[in-house]
């Protein structure tokens, strides 16, 4: 739906524009094409905004760490309030539609590089330091946080923090597993595929029967996918195995919700 209004608007206001305005073509390209863009942008921040609230909304971690995501979401949410009483600024302004140009393609730029440092930001928040215990579970927290960094980090959150706590509840245990030649991205890989799964098929991120919430579930299905993809990559499982995985979850989450 989103995809479809996203092109559907800015290719009617172009073709309104130049059936009723005296620009010049080219200017109402450029007027659809920046409202596609903007309409791009304003959907990434409600996504995004969204998932920061569900993470911290579902997260049973410390109170520090709930904190730090209703920040997340505090933070985007005055950045995309900002910058729409900015890009509102500029096209009530009495410049040139040159400048005007200008300054919402910087503004384009500076939303782009704000977004990099906000998932950065945003991993640093809800990645946990290691509070110590044996090296094995130091090395696993690595590999998940290097992890999360090719993920949505909400989304990832939640899981991470389901994964840390199986870890944690018996760490000599995780670090015997180790020891006895498990490697520790084998495990870590496997572990966060069975929670993803695990979690798709709970139901928990279902808007009705059949169907994931097209945020949180769908990004969950995503860190499943990806996850049973490298796996497979490196040897952790065998590549027909992986396949009847994926449809296994894809099945189940039809009968679940």
């Known amino acids: ?18 059936a009723t305005s005296q620009l010049k073509w080219w200017k109402c390209l450029v007027v659809g094409f920046l409202l596609f863009v903007g309409l791009q942008m304003s959907f990434d921040a409600m996504r995004k905004v969204y998932m920061a609230a569900a993470g911290a909304a579902l997260s049973k971690g410390s109170g520090t760490k709930r904190a730090g995501m209703w920040f997340l979401v505090f933070v985007m949410l005055t950045f995309y309030v900002v910058a729409g009483v900015a890009i509102l600024w500029i096209l009530l302004s009495d410049w040139s539609f040159t400048w005007k140009l200008v300054a919402l393609a910087g503004l ?10 906000y998932n ?13 215990g ?4 130091t090395a696993a927290m690595a590999v998940l946080t290097k992890l999360e960094e090719s993920h949505d980090p909400i989304a990832f959150g939640i899981v991470r923090e389901r994964v840390e706590g199986l870890i944690r509840s018996d760490p000599n245990a ?3 597993i180790i020891q006895r030649g498990r490697p520790v991205k084998h495990w870590v890989l496997s572990a966060v595929a069975n ?21 949180v579930g ?11 993809d490298e796996a497979i990559q490196i040897g952790v499982m065998e590549a027909e195995y992986g396949i009847r995985q994926k449809e296994a979850v894809r099945d189940n989450i039809e009968f679940v919700g």
């Open 1 to 18: 739906m989103t995809a479809l209004l996203c092109w559907a608007l800015p290719i009617a206001a172009t073709i309104a524009l130049l």
């Open 174 to 176: 995780f670090a015997g």
């Open 108 to 117: 384009s730029i500076g939303g782009y590089l704000f977004k990099e440092a």
């Open 218 to 228: 769908d990004g969950l299905l995503r860190i499943f996918d990806r996850v049973v």
């Open 134 to 137: 044996p090296p094995e579970v």
């Open 195 to 215: 929670t993803a799964a695990n979690a798709l098929e709970s139901g928990e991120f279902h808007i009705h029967r059949g169907t994931l919430d097209p945020l």
């Open 120 to 132: 950065l930001f945003a991993i640093a928040v809800i990645s946990r330091a290691d509070s110590g």
